[in-house]
């Protein structure tokens, strides 16, 4: 084996030996010899590749942004269509496939919450809004589309919103382990939220006149 494929493999047993144990006991609680035992390697095998335990897990929470940029990925080649609200089904199963699939790196944003008051993860949320409006906006500006939108309404927000929604709903199902917490199935809760969001809460001023 090759001196530089051997080297990878050893980092990437360190990065995923610190995912599982940072993921389910926390940052603090987890020291470097327990990576290294972990990843089955000696101690100053972890040291050679990675400076301190802040340096591994820091590179942890960047692997995570990368996967959730990979152009790749379901959910971003839905959003690179923008055709919403018209996939909306396919986006919120995309979703869903995101969260199951990164489980440990999520919990990572809570610890880092918890135990860093936000610190690293704090820019790639600052950011969050431009990404969609760069993803988004072009689509939502088309002329045509523009018509089939309610001219009180915001498609940008509403994109964030369902994101951000059943990012969250998923991660209380799948994460927190507590299923249909809306009292609801899926099914249901998709249905509803769609529903919702395209058609709002409030009768009109003409029905409700009826």
């Known amino acids: 084996m090759k001196q530089a494929t051997k080297s ?21 609680a987890t ?58 089904e396919p986006l919120v199963d995309a979703i869903e496939e995101v969260v199951l699939e990164n489980k440990a790196y999520i919990m990572l944003i809570y610890i880092d919450v918890i135990e860093f008051q936000g610190e690293h993860i704090r820019r790639f949320y600052a950011d969050m809004a431009d990404n969609f409006r760069k993803v988004f906006g072009p689509g939502f500006e ?5 018509r089939s939108f309610n ?14 929604f059943f990012f969250q ?20 809760v998709i249905a509803k939220a769609k529903q919702l969001l395209l058609h709002g809460l409030l009768k009109s001023s003409g029905e409700e006149n009826k």
């Open 169 to 188: 709903y998923f991660l209380v199902e799948t994460s927190f382990g507590v299923d249909n917490h809306f009292g609801l199935d899926l099914k249901e």
């Open 142 to 146: 088309d002329p045509q589309r523009k």
């Open 151 to 164: 001219p009180d309404a915001d498609p940008l927000f509403a994109v964030m919103l369902t994101f951000r």
């Open 8 to 28: 990878q493999r050893s980092k990437d047993s360190i990065l995923q030996a610190a995912l599982e144990l940072f993921s389910s006991q926390g940052y603090k």
């Open 31 to 88: 020291s470097m010899k327990e990576i290294a035992t972990r990843a089955e390697l000696s101690i100053g095998r972890v040291y050679h590749h990675f400076t301190n335990k802040l340096e591994i897990f820091t590179l942890l929470l960047d692997q995570y942004w990368e996967r959730l940029t990979d152009p790749n990925l379901k959910m971003n080649q839905l959003s690179a269509r923008a055709a919403f609200p018209d996939d909306f």
